[in-house]
């Protein structure tokens, strides 16, 4: 079974702190994507990477940023969190191809910032 | 962001019944997927769909890809509780990385 683990479920942070949110997947993707879900406005793309060091912006990538310097892990980084960015963080992976793909989700991660 | 168009919004049905929910498109896709969300949880796979006209089941689920290729729909046969949670498509642009989510359908069982 593909597995997207989030390392943490439910996070409270300040403002102004820096936010990391870690994703690993266990099936050897190449594609690895970081989403947020909130109510009424579905899933919004925050970055997609398509290989190691390799990173797109997506629908709202501001204020984010990412890394990927394993091929099995993607972090998120809120660079200085603020109370807007306080969602349901969901990352994602599926394999290389144009077509065909499966996209696989993790348990996502609860993000408060007061 | 795009969103698909998804259909109905929530829907509240008894226990034993059948559901049927659809998805649509502007866009030609290559791919359709269907997900189940419980609160607080990620979506969860259900049926992948990769073929124009597909029909695919899982258990008590059953998708078709749609012939023009905007469009799916999703069939649960004799609900029971534990199918309660939001339920949504995803289609994959063709040639792209890219994925459009519905807007979900609320599926509540009465028991």
């Known amino acids: 079974d593909v597995k997207v683990t989030q390392s943490s479920r439910y996070l409270v942070k300040r403002t102004g702190e820096k936010v990391f949110l870690e994703c690993v997947q266990d099936?050897?993707?190449?594609?690895m994507f970081w989403y947020r879900q909130d109510p009424g406005l579905g899933l919004r793309l925050i970055y997609f990477s398509y290989d190691v060091k390799m990173k797109e912006k997506g629908d709202i990538p501001e204020g984010y940023s990412v890394s990927r310097e394993k091929k099995e892990r993607f972090s998120l980084i809120l660079e200085s969190a603020s109370t807007n960015q306080t969602s349901m963080y969901l990352c994602?992976?599926?394999?290389?191809?144009?077509?065909?793909?499966?996209?696989?989700f993790g348990e996502g991660s609860w993000l408060t910032v007061v | 962001g795009q969103q698909l168009n998804q259909s109905p919004q929530s829907m509240f049905i008894q226990e034993g019944e059948d559901v049927s929910m659809n998805c649509t498109s502007s866009s030609i896709f290559n791919t359709w997927l269907w997900y189940k969300q419980d609160p607080g949880e990620g979506p969860v796979l259900l049926i992948a769909?990769?073929?124009?006209?597909e029909l695919t089941s899982n258990g008590r689920l059953t998708a078709q890809f749609g012939i023009t290729r905007k469009d799916s729909f999703l069939n649960i046969s004799a609900s029971i509780p534990s199918d309660v949670g939001i339920y949504f498509c995803a289609g994959q642009i063709k040639g792209t990385y890219k994925y459009i989510f519905g807007t979900g359908t609320r599926l509540k069982v009465l028991a």
């Open positions: 769909l990769y073929k124009a006209g």
């Open positions: 099936m050897d993707h190449e594609n």
């Open positions: 994602a992976s599926s394999p290389r191809g144009g077509s065909g793909n499966t996209i696989y």
